[in-house]
């Protein structure tokens, strides 16, 4: 090429350059463009053989292409140079421009490093321009098109086909090929990258799709009630969304259960327990509003779902039936407080009703100077009086403003100041909102309402039992339960102390009012009772016994219970016994 006159050579190799150039191009892939380039090397270029070393990831160079010799090829290609040799070989060789050669001279140096190598036999040198077999010329790539840019790798070309040293413009040719195989080459990789991640879009994609799929079946086809409910915003709480089985569960069509929320479904003594439930992970059982009125008690368990990275939020909502669930134990606590055979409340269920109603002071004893002081301020000591505090708390977890006495019923000051008041005791009933049960005093009516016991026992009873049997008396107590629950007002009590024993609770009554129930109960229990076609009879004794604060349940029924001896004794036999 060099004997060619100079224009000459300048147009043909920019020619052969302009073509292995735009085959570069033309390549798809990544291995496409790097064998690309080493064929351009031997066919454009004008050398026997052309080797492409890639960068890899870890910084050394592997040989990624090579054109020229079959033998070659199969037994270098895929072999790696440490990037230390190869900064070696860069380093020492002459520059070329980018060029590095390296003459044999100097070659002797590094047969013994690891970069893979390939020779061509041939014998020495007759001119002084004329190529030697050990001859290396490298062309380094660099991703910035210069030097100052990554290397990406290196163009090893060896064995010029007229058998010389490249001139001036075989030098430059070289340098621009590298210069394009290099852009090649990052856009293949480009390319490369870019077809991955698209491919890893797609398949993200897919999957995205199939989850969303694999959900929507799991959300629609659940056997249980599934909803989807906005959070934040002015549409907090809304249904978005339901399944089937929460519409078939409220009986409310998907469009409807749109316009709702779960607070405007719920019963409206549920409502603080929905509110309590944390919008995160949390769980609450409650009754929820269908169509027709009613309400079934499910289990609600929530759960926050995010749209995107900083998309809006949803609330995921589970919702089961635990319909049957509830009414068992509903059962169970019926079961436990109320009597098997009337269901009336029981004895440890008329206790708790009237432990309820009592505190541990009676309403007669005003509460002392200090203990005044002491609620309305809070103690920072333990007192042994009617106020109860904890030892080991200060007064600031206590707090001034709530305080309870050792009956158990609170004090709520409010922020009020007893120290207003004339008297230290003055003010003391303001402050506490529990209400005290009183008794009236003496045996004349004296206008006091109070809580009125009334204990009764059946006269009779035994006679039943032991001549008709077992299966009578327990018709006989039904029966009587009936009409006793019969003749009471509906927030009465009443209730089956166990055997033939009954109490009655009414609140608000005088002593006039007492004995007025006791005898129209006694006259609604009189009347003959059918039992298995036979007729029996018993009577009831009464006795009236009030509630007051600063006694037991235990010692309201047993001062009941001795009433009801001696209104039993002060009869005559006779009007006592049953027919």
Partial sequence: ??????????????????????????????????????????????????????????????????????????????????????????????????????????????????????????????????????????????????????????????????????????????QMYAFQAAIAISNARLRANMQRALVRLEREQQALRASEESFRQAFEYAPSGMAIAEMGGDQQGRLLRTNDALCRLLGRPAAAMRRYSFADLVHPEDVGTLLRTSAEGGRAELRLGRRDGTYIWVSLRNSVVADTTDGPRFLLTHVEDIEERKRHELHLAHRASHDALTGLPNSAELRARLGARLCGRPRSVPPTAVESLDAAYGSPAPYNGAMAYDANASPYDQGYDTLHDSGGHRFDFGGHAVADSASPTAGYGSYDHHVHVVAPQGEQDDGTKGLAVLFCDLDGFKSINDRFGHHTGDAVLIEVARRLTSGVRDGDTVARLGGDEFVVLADGLGRADAADLAVRLRSAIIPPMRVDGRAVRVGASFGIGWAQCGMSADEVLQSADQRMYIEKRSRAKQHRRAG
């Fill in 1 to 174: 090429m060099e004997t060619e006159s100079e224009p000459y050579v300048r147009l043909a190799t920019l020619r052969q350059l302009h073509q292995v150039v735009a085959e570069l191009n033309t390549a798809r892939s990544l291995a496409d463009t790097l064998q690309a380039v080493a064929d351009g090397v031997v066919t454009g270029l004008g050398y026997e053989l052309g080797c492409v070393n890639l960068v890899r990831a870890d910084g050394d160079l592997v040989v990624a292409a090579f054109a020229g010799n079959a033998a070659a090829e199969a037994l270098i290609t895929g072999r790696v140079g440490s990037r230390a040799s190869w900064e070696r070989r860069l380093a020492m060789g002459e520059a070329w421009g980018s060029l590095r050669y390296i003459p044999h001279t100097e070659g002797w140096m590094l047969r013994e490093d690891d970069v893979p190598q390939w020779h061509t036999d041939g014998p020495e040198p007759r001119f002084e321009d004329e190529w030697h077999p050990c001859d290396r010329l490298y062309a380094p790539m660099y991703a910035a098109g210069s030097a100052g840019g990554e290397l990406i790798g290196v163009i090893s070309v060896d064995k010029p086909r007229n058998g010389r040293l490249p001139g001036a413009w075989g030098r430059e040719a070289l």
